[in-house]
């Protein structure tokens, strides 16, 4: 199981939720997992119930078995200053900069840089090792720009080598692409049972593939439970009103005859809904990709649902291949608290 | 199915339509709430009652595009057949380079515009900085206002992910565009030439000859003939976004936000709210697009699951197969399931038919959805093996991996397994209903104000005409539904 998990998908179509299930459920048996932000928004810190994530790893959640879930939101601007700090030794001439508006610059409107630096930075995560040279974290998962853009902000590499010819940002993108083009990465697409994210989840991962990124999982998110199918309904529609009517009384519901239509109207509109997702159903099996199934949270996605999410995940393999396909060090359990804090 | 209300005053779709003072409507909020499906039904519905309509979209499904016949990326608006009436109704999808391209031939010459459309720098901002699209939203629309061709402009915003940046963005670009720090990469010495600039100066040359190590020094040669070529222009950009800016704030612009009577969307509609006021630009009213209902609210979640475990509690003196005609046949998960009817791990579940979801649902959502996957139902549902299998399972439309699965045939559903499954999928909708309610009434205590209209959820995707006047229908009576909501 490659060791970078990138999580996209359609907006809305459930991102966040989905990286931070997969970060928790592939945080069992005592491993360690990084989830990181991009886009600034404090998804992370919203769904784990905890105060907005700063600059800086920290754990957030444990996982069964003993392992941890750390949490990062990467902010271009100190990525960046970081690197300028690393390689330039700036110290406060980098505060002149941000006056002049040189930082907004160089990570909002120069094409290209702010994605090299986000990027950047989940992948120094990703290689990371400590004294003992085995890896910080087992895996670390990202909660992705949305599909439109996921190819475009991971192949950022070929247009900043173009624009940025030479430098340490030029050298850092393709640092990055190896990483990225690897095995040891895997895109990941969340996707509903509905036409308009199952057909952008198949434009998406036609174009991962031809820049040649590693595609991982369809991850099909709240699925719904199916209460009738439609050969029940067929038999219900087909004149047994009166008997269904009958039942209901018999079942102490009053006023049943009032009621008959609006039910079996539901149940109409819901075999239609049933009919549509197994159309978006065989679209998804037919792109040949390992998929994976979450179900609809009917009070909405809390720490408790997180944590069912993630055994939901569990249940279905997903993590229980090891960590070393990319030929990399193999590492099962590995004892807490031997990860030094890094990023502060 | 009208789904319930408790807003005081709704919103009167039809007579902003027909208002011939409005001459722009702009659906706003934040991704995937339905936004350009509302667009384009309320053109459809402005031209069918006789006015002449342009609707922007952006990001259109395809399907929807192809219907309308504007799929093809041309940048133009295209007139809609099969629109009923005197009106016209014409459309288009927004090409954000094509129109960065335009606005540049527009206001150069020939040659200029040659080398700002052949710069690096300029290809990667046009075609995806973060706010170009927004930027060039507006911009199309200023120049639509300009042509001065329809009675009523539509416009759909780009799927940002949060409804403000449609306002923000353009000035971001533009604040960058003729920003100060672009400035000084152009013309140092004219800056730092005059008396306390001195630093501004210094400053420059640090940081042009840091960000030159940092990005290449063709990077920066890039921007700067870009900006060197771009100079004349602009002024122009920055007049026209803040023209563009003010003809949302005249009166005769409406804005509609959308939302899904979910949590988030109606977070985002109530910052659009606030931020429209801030801004003083007009607000016509909130779409809740998606909400659910039923016609028999009146029986309650709870009394319709009673009455479904009643029902059930007979079924299993005379009907074995308790979950006959349930399940989803094409759940991956399950299929995949190693259980088959024939070699019951437990006699309990000896006479389980072949389907493939537990049927019998808990009366709580958290406790169902957490174990659909497994293959089993209850077990104290299906306690007569000796039961007459109840369900054709065989010739139904599965996938293979279920139908292997799906030799034991059951034939006949009996009436109260059916009539269990019709009221287990009432209560289900009625959770449903009340989960929306209350996220609704959430908004509605921080912003009674707002005109409410609902768009019901209907159960399958819209993109056809005729899809489309059906939102419309329910756009133009979704406030004046009758309350039947969860009692
Ligand atoms: N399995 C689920 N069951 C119920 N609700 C869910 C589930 N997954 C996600 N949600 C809800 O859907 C909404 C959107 O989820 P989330 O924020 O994870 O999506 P996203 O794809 O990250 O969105 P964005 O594109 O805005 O980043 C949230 O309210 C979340 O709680
Ligand atoms: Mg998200």
Redesign the pocket.
Known sequence: MSRFQVVS?K????????AAALALALATEGRRTLLVEVEGRQ?IAQLFETDALPYEERRIAVAPGGGEVHALAIDAERALLDYLQMFYKLGSAGRALKKLGAIDFATTIAPGVRDVLLTGKACEAVRRKDKQGSFVYDYVIM?AP?TGRITRFLNVNDEVAGLARIGPIHNQAQAVMRVLKSPETAVHL?TLLEEMPVQETADGIAELRAAELPVGRVVV??VRPHLLDEDALRTASGGRRKEIAKALTRAGVTGSAGLVRPLVTQAAEHAQRVGLEREQRAVLAGLGLPMAE????GE??GLSALHE?AEEFRKQGVGDETADAAGQTPRGGRPRGSGRGVGS | MTPSTDVAAGLETDALLDDPEIRIVVCCGS?GVGKTTTAAALGVRAAERGRKVVVLTIDPARRLAQSMGIDRLDNIPRRVEDIEGDGELHAMMLDMKRTFDETVEAHTDAERARAILDNPFYQSLSAGFAGTQEYMAMEKLGQLRARDEWDLIIVDTPPS?SALDFLDAPKRLGSFLDGKFIRLLIAPAKIGGRAGMKFLNVGMSMMTGTLGKLLGGQFLRDVQTFVAAMDSMFGGFRTRADATYKLLQAPGTAFLVVATP???ALREAAYFVERLAAEEMPLAGLVLNRVHGSEAARLSEERALAAAENLESVGIVDQAAGKAGLGDPADPVAATSPETPESPLSPEHGNEPSTHEPPQQEPHEHDRTSDTPAPHGRGDKSSDPSGPPTHTEADRHDTPATDTASVQVSVEVSVEQLTAGLLRLHAERMQVVAREQHTRDSFTTLHPEVLVTEVAALPGDVHDLAGLRAVGELLATGSASTPAGAS
């Open positions: 998908g907006g809305g179509t459930g991102k966040t939720t989905v998804g909660d949305p969340v998110n709240m979450l179900p609809l949270m909405g996605v999410l | 991704g992910r979910e949590r988030d």
